[in-house]
């Protein structure tokens, strides 16, 4: 990895076919800002029926596809690309490495279980394979830690980190939540471990690939890994986030680098520092959150020519909110002070909504 460039996997979300792994090998080739291709072999299907990837077949057709790749880079006098899938099962890890496969990842829904991580690295062990760690869909920094540990314990010395956002009820903004605060906090306990963003799963769509590259790379991550493919409305998995070799190439030309050198005190001074920023900006959309629920509320009461203000609720709610911050070292007059602020705000909203001082008691 050079300093301060930022290593770049892409490639398709699944291996579909010789012809479209080609295809996409040959323009990431020739793309020298791209250091890997990824392509799933297999594909881990949330729920089954879907296209579960072409398994081993796909293997030999990265190994004839390596051939084309190397020929571009030669030429060019660029380095090799290299290529990696994911592996789930000890039985991946053997056909992985009897076709020359680069570097592997485990994917998210492996990450979660500590007993397919634990078979996964003892498969690993002595490959000297790089191995990619996505987070588990939960936001359990601990448990991102856990597998990567257990990779490290089998001896593995090229352990990296990949982050893809967090699992969401419903798809809103991003199909993943990002939570920027648990791969900074990760930084913040591993330092020594380079951790790619993958824009693509968290995104679920196309357009905020590019915003959402660029924060990785303000936040200081190492690199990126982003979905690619020759024809992303046809393909098979994940069609919605998959951007063209061409679009990869411009979100590339667009990213701007920003040192992020400092002294070792300062740095963790600046981990910190951006964790408060996220989290406050959490703060606030879940403010924006509850008054939108106030508005719901306000109509709900006028339609049952309920009182905006209603002192027993009131009065039940305050108590339990201090108890249950007292329980988690919230100091008592602190919570009662912002929750009277919260309510007063909320009665106003409501107010506003209604358009009728009379409710208020
Ligand atoms: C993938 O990278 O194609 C994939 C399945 O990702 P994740 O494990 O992050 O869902
Ligand atoms: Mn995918």
């Known amino acids: 990895m050079s300093k301060g460039v930022p290593y ?4 398709p979300c699944s291996v579909e076919s010789h012809q479209q792994l080609g295809a996409a090998v040959e323009a990431l080739a020739r793309e020298r800002r791209v250091n890997m291709v990824r392509c799933g072999a297999w594909k881990p299907r949330t729920r089954p029926g879907g296209f579960e990837g072409c398994g081993e077949q796909a293997l030999q057709w990265i190994e004839e596809c390596r051939g084309v790749a190397d020929a571009i880079r030669h030429e060019a006098g660029g380095k090799r690309l290299l290529f990696c899938c994911e592996v789930a099962m000890p039985e ?15 994917g998210a829904r492996s990450t979660a279980s500590p007993f397919v991580v634990q078979e996964l690295t ?52 991003y199909r993943n939540n990002p939570l920027w605060e648990v791969p900074i906090e990760l930084r913040r306990q591993m330092p020594e471990v380079p951790i790619l963003c993958d824009p693509s799963h968290i995104a679920g769509r196309r357009e905020p690939i590019a915003a959402l590259s660029q ?51 300062d740095e963790e001074l600046r981990l910190l520092r951006e964790q408060i920023d996220h989290l406050d900006s959490r703060l606030l959309q879940l403010l ?50 912002i929750f009277e602020k919260i309510h007063a705000e909320s009665v106003r909203v409501q107010e506003e909504k209604i358009g009728d001082k009379q409710h208020i008691e």
Do not use: Y
């Not at 770049?8 to 490639?11: H, M, Q």
């Not at 089998?154 to 699992?167: C, I, K, N």
């Not at 409305?233 to 590339?252: K, V, Y």
């Open 92 to 106: 991946h890890v053997e056909k992985v490495m009897s076709h020359g496969i680069d570097a592997v990842w485990i």
């Open 8 to 11: 770049i996997v892409a490639g």
């Open 122 to 173: 003892e498969a690993l062990r002595g490959t000297g394979l790089r191995v990619m760690v996505k987070n588990a869909p939960s936001p359990d920094v601990r448990l991102w830690m856990g597998a990567i540990e257990r990779c490290q314990q089998v001896g593995l010395d090229d352990v990296w980190a990949v982050h893809r956002g967090f699992d969401v009820f419903r798809n809103d903004a």
């Open 288 to 337: 924006a959150a509850r008054f939108d629920v106030s508005r719901q509320i306000a109509r709900v009461k006028a339609q049952g020519n309920l009182a905006v203000f209603q002192p027993k609720r009131w009065d039940a709610m305050l108590r339990h909110r201090i108890e249950t911050g007292q329980e988690i070292g919230l100091d008592e007059r602190f919570v009662k002070g």
């Open 215 to 265: 924060t990785a790379m303000d936040l200081g991550f190492d690199g990126l890994m982003i979905e690619t493919h020759p024809h992303p409305d046809e393909a098979l998995t994940d069609a919605g986030q998959q951007l063209t070799p061409e679009a990869l190439s411009l979100l590339l030309d667009g990213i701007v680098l920003r040192s992020t050198d400092s002294v070792v005190a």
